[in-house]
């Protein structure tokens, strides 16, 4: 047992503990059970350097959580490499994880659920419960702390899971969609919570969503991803905090969105499973917000 936390998890209130992300060469098939390869991931070369925050848009099935699953070491390549600073991908407490569904454990309290992923690290009890405290209070939770899941609302869960992804102060938080299920208020009281916790924290952050405006809002850099692949990787550049106002709408911001949009539409109007396919005409652009 340890007073300390382990060297995979830096010290939460303490300096910059992001890890750079490298896909060299990274493939992934999957079966179907009718026999057919299905190509989530395709010979992605990326490098994501330490305390970035990415986000990753694209159309539904393009690969995007199959490659959250791949930095996390969940899901092994069939063929590439990859490797958080410089090691391949350990599950466990290094890495943070966040999902739209808060995928809380019911009978456990607050308090239990962000100390879940601490457990399994060596720590002491009360080291935990000091990791777990601190970083209640940097979500707002601390009063909360006791309380069950089922007496939580939406936004409290997905604010519970937060905790949870970034409790320790894990050098890697991998995000998937995590803000798609709340409404637009309590959306961007998240964002502006994430965005000054990785300010604190700075974990390497790859978020993936829906939103091109979330990705703008958030990021330093937009991946847009198509049939396995990286098709677009933007650097954003833009001061923060940001807010897309409407003159901003005609200026880097909306000239960025645009940008990303069309490349979405364009890769949702060539997938012939979708809905729009084919379509010459403009797409509803308020679908893939
Ligand atoms: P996205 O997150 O962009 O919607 P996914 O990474 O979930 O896309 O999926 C990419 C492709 O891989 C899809 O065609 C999906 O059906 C397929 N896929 C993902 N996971 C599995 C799996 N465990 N078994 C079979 N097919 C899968
Ligand atoms: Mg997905």
């Given amino acids: 047992m ?9 010290d939460a209130a303490g300096p910059a503990s992001g890890s750079a992300i490298h896909f060299d060469g990274v493939s992934k098939s999957f079966v179907l059970s009718g026999g057919e390869h299905v190509h989530a991931i395709d010979n992605v070369h990326l490098r994501v350097p330490a305390n970035q925050f990415v986000a990753i848009v694209g159309p539904s099935g393009c690969g995007k959580s199959t490659l959250l699953r791949l930095a996390d070491g969940l899901v092994a390549p069939d063929a590439g490499r990859v490797s958080i600073a410089g090691s391949a991908p350990k599950p466990g407490p290094g890495i943070g994880m966040m999902f739209q569904n808060f995928r809380l454990i019911p009978w456990r309290n607050v308090a239990g659920n962000v100390g879940f992923a601490l457990e399994s690290s060596g720590l002491r009890r009360a080291a935990i419960d ?3 405290q601190k970083q209640l209070q940097q979500v707002g939770l601390a009063r909360w702390s006791n309380h069950y ?3 939580l609302s939406g936004g409290m869960k997905q604010r519970v ?8 102060g894990p050098q890697i938080v991998l995000m998937d969609e995590p803000f798609a299920s709340l409404d ?9 919570d994430l965005l000054a916790l990785w300010d604190r924290q700075r974990p390497t952050i790859v978020f993936v969503t829906h939103s091109v405006d979330e990705a703008l809002m ?7 991803m198509g049939g396995g692949r990286v098709l677009d990787d933007i650097m954003v550049g833009l001061p923060r905090p940001r807010i897309p106002t409407d003159a901003e709408q005609a200026g880097p911001y909306g000239q960025l969105r645009r940008h990303i949009w069309h490349r979405i539409r364009d890769l949702v109007m060539a997938d012939p499973n ?5 379509r010459t005409g403009s797409a509803p652009e308020s679908g893939i917000r």
Avoid: K
């Avoid at 340890?2 to 830096?10: I, L, T």
């Avoid at 637009?184 to 502006?192: F, I, S, V």
């Fill in 2 to 10: 340890r007073d300390v936390a382990p060297q995979e998890r830096g």
């Fill in 130 to 132: 000091e990791y777990v």
């Fill in 149 to 151: 899941p089922a007496q």
């Fill in 161 to 168: 899971a937060l905790a949870r992804a970034l409790v320790g």
């Fill in 184 to 192: 637009a208020q309590t959306r961007e009281l998240m964002q502006d």
């Fill in 218 to 224: 958030l990021a330093d850099r937009v991946l847009v």
């Fill in 274 to 278: 979708s809905a729009f396919f084919g």
